[in-house]
């Protein structure tokens, strides 16, 4: 049976060129974000610093060997440029739902940028703590391997199995918890443990992402006096819901320093 090293290679081209993209162009959008209350001028600029990160193509070298540290530095690079794919579909996906109004896609693709975050976050500190000597290469190796390939698919669990050795995929409250972990550790310079912003603001967003209060109230307004509900099919959200975007700004500019260190702790290098 080929190992979980053998794999990744079998699945992921050694060429990876990935696709070609039109970038969302503020200029056409600026005043429909204004309209709805929000200063675009940071997100225009959040945004462009992905944008600027984008890399077409990756060249990695197959290797058998599990723990190999050249492909360990590969394929972090791979990892982290497919998480920056994510990334900046994600902030699209919330500005194009902010001017369609649309604030459960918003919400939804806001709290999916914050799982990316914890993706990358996760990856920072593995690499991290092979570096502090605290992990072995073996495995940082199967965990970087599992960010890329792990599934929660039952059928393609079974199916797999019987031709690699395959992994389920992470657990994304536990990824925010390692990537909480190094934002506090490594860029605020605290203690491990210190900030949780990330958890804290992803279990909010989960409470508007979910069919309960918090979210069903983006449905209507309500008349008390009337006792009438009055159901929001062809409004503008209101500045209130609006400025739900704002989180976006929290989840991207903590995304693009994990991001940023990853190369400083590749093995190797």
């Known amino acids: 049976m080929p190992t979980f090293r053998q794999s990744v290679y079998i699945g992921i081209p050694y060429n990876k060129l990935l696709e070609a993209r039109n970038p969302m162009n503020f200029d056409d959008i600026r005043e429909e974000i204004k309209s709805r209350g929000i200063d675009p001028e940071n997100y225009e600029s959040a945004y462009n610093d992905l944008l600027a990160r984008v890399e077409n193509t990756i060249i990695t070298t197959p ?26 579909k994600l902030f699209e996906g919330s500005v194009n739902a902010l001017i369609n109004d649309n604030g459960y896609s918003m919400v939804l693709s806001i ?6 975050t ?7 500190n593995r690499l991290a703590s092979l570096g502090q000597g605290n992990l072995t290469p073996d ?29 389920e995929a992470k657990q994304v409250l536990n990824m925010l918890e390692y990537a909480d972990k190094s934002f506090s550790k490594h860029i605020l310079g605290g ?3 210190e900030c949780t912003m990330l958890m804290e603001r992803y279990k909010w ?3 508007f992402s979910h069919p309960n209060f918090h979210s069903n109230t983006l449905a209507f307004t309500l008349d008390k006096e009337k006792q009438e509900f009055n159901f929001s099919y062809d409004s503008k959200l209101s500045v209130k819901e609006a400025k739900l975007i ?22 190797n290098r």
């Open 63 to 88: 290797r058998e060997d599990s723990g190999d540290l050249q492909a360990i530095g590969e394929y972090a690079l791979v990892l982290r440029q497919v998480l920056l794919h994510r990334a900046i």
């Open 111 to 116: 709290r999916g940028h914050f799982e990316t």
């Open 118 to 124: 914890a993706a990358v976050g996760y990856l920072h």
């Open 139 to 167: 495995v940082v190796d199967k965990d970087i391997v599992t960010q890329l390939l792990g599934t929660r698919d039952a059928t393609i669990l079974e199916s797999a199995s019987k031709k690699f050795d395959v992994a």
């Open 191 to 193: 203690t491990a443990n």
């Open 205 to 207: 967003l989960c409470e």
């Open 246 to 267: 704002e989180s976006i700004l929290i989840s991207s500019p903590i995304f693009k320093e994990l991001y940023d260190r990853i190369e400083t702790l590749l093995p």
